[in-house]
């Protein structure tokens, strides 16, 4: 079991632009996002197998788990999850 979490900077980037995006709106649900978000990562280190694998990279290592209309990408390694993406829903990744 991994045991700990590690958060790229593209990743952290994602959640700053989404925050950016809901705040326009919301302060408040923007806020509520963001903490959802990380929630979810320290979940995933609990359980990391939960996430579906991500069907762009068929790779069982890479999974994602959904928050709202969000895909949040992680990798599993040997003793870590790594968060490599937050993306909205209907974005495609590019898988090079």
């Known amino acids: 079991m991994a045991e700990s979490i590690i958060w ?3 990743a952290l980037d994602d959640i700053d ?6 705040s326009r709106d919301s302060l ?3 806020q509520q996002v963001v903490e959802r ?7 995933i280190v609990e ?3 939960a996430g579906r694998i991500v069907p762009e990279f ?13 895909r949040l990408i992680y990798e599993i390694r040997a003793s870590e999850i ?3 993406a937050v993306i909205h829903g209907k974005r495609l ?4």
């Open 8 to 10: 790229s900077q593209e």
């Open 17 to 22: 632009g989404i925050a950016e995006f809901i």
């Open 28 to 30: 408040h649900y923007a």
């Open 37 to 43: 978000l990380f929630e979810l990562g320290d979940a």
């Open 47 to 49: 359980h990391p197998k």
């Open 58 to 70: 068929e790779n069982a290592d890479i999974r994602e788990r959904f928050l709202y209309s969000y």
């Open 82 to 84: 790594c968060v490599l």
């Open 93 to 96: 990744l590019e898988t090079d």
